[in-house]
């Protein structure tokens, strides 16, 4: 296995090399962008658990490997839109699809969105709509904090721009589907960028799959930006196969009075690192942040969260919890920040595991940094096994062992489901979330691209 040293360099020549194909197309923003990112990613390099936010994650494996990196779109052979369909499929939504973290090119002409509603390829953005594109690209991620999210912004070409303007209710969810699909073992860098204007609304769900079976590292940056009085909902559904790497950074920011919804399911996965960043930049925000783990086999996942809040008078509730079977391993480390100023805050955060083997791992870590005085605070953790007296319970009333003990799990995970605000979708992630507890799910089941899982 290589060093950390020999795969920063990689990189390093990846960049140096290709930069004029990089800067090829690219707006002028983005390429500034890019250039102060290759400086901070030549100070950082790929974090290793010498870094305390990546401690419980080992991703030198991940980025030991041969990738082929697309620099320019290469144009897909099959019509995905005819033969592709999500593991949502009862859900009416404006479906739009990226191929390997590019805009995909043949997508079909999202017909039901209101007027004024933009979705297209952050490329075209940047070109096309540079006054709102420039006025927000690159000012909510940190790529002098993290070498994760300066490489993606060292190397992204492209991804997905959503714009929503004032007053406007975009009452039919986008459903986004990022597909990883290759002849070879891939690197995929993608850079989405969400506008949300004063008073309006809008659902996004992100639906994540593979469909060829090579191995994949994924790194996607996702900046959001939530006005006054805008509600906001991101649903990710994170469903790909045991040869991925998925990292995925989002940072979103609200203005006054804005309200925000996250929950992030992680169904399948070899290695998934999510880091989730928030900053309630005005007074009256609400965030709340939710997210579940279904791991087993060896898989592995961290979620990292921030909750900053920079202003008074705001609430947050953060909710994870995880089950943890065979030899799969996770952590948690959420940390809520409370500056001086932000009087009269509120902020709750909890983390729960169910552990079903000895096998099994988890490392949780809550912390709070409140620097004022007049504030409502909490936070905790658990990790235990399934609850015998419960069990005893079911099993008293008639129910075989196996099926009590589906039952309790999926009462126990079925708490995060509640938070979701699109019917639809609760209901089969509810299904989904019982399949993946029987070890029945089928990813991509009703797919016609022929694929080994």
Known sequence: MADINTINKDFADLFNQGKQLLMEGSSEIMNENRSKAFQDFERLGVPTRANENYKYTNLIPAFDHPYNVNLRYLKVDVDLNEIFQCDVPELDTNMVLLTNGWFYGNNKQLLELPKGVIVCGVQEAAQKYPEIFNAHYGKYAKPGEDGIVALNTA??????FIY???GVVVE???QVVNLLRSDRDLLATQRNL????ENAQAKIIVCDHTLTHHKYLSNSVTEINVAENAVFDLY???NQHLNSVILNSTFIRQDAHSNVLTNTISLYGGTIRNNHH???DAEYCENNTYGMYLMDHKQHVDNFTCIDHAKPNCVSNEHFKGVMDDEASGAFSGRINVRRDAQKTEAYQSNNNLLLSNEALINTKPQLVIDADDVKCSHGAT???MDEDALFYLRARGIDEKEARQMLMFAFAHEII????VEALKERIDELVDKRLRGEISKCNTCAVACNH
């Open 194 to 197: 969400f506008v949300i204007e």
């Open 172 to 174: 039919k969810p986008i």
């Open 418 to 421: 509640e938070k979701i605000r």
């Open 155 to 160: 190397l992204a070409k492209d991804g997905l």
């Open 164 to 166: 929503v303007p004032k």
């Open 278 to 280: 928030v900053l309630l």
């Open 236 to 238: 990710t559904l994170q």
């Open 383 to 385: 990790v235990g096994q």
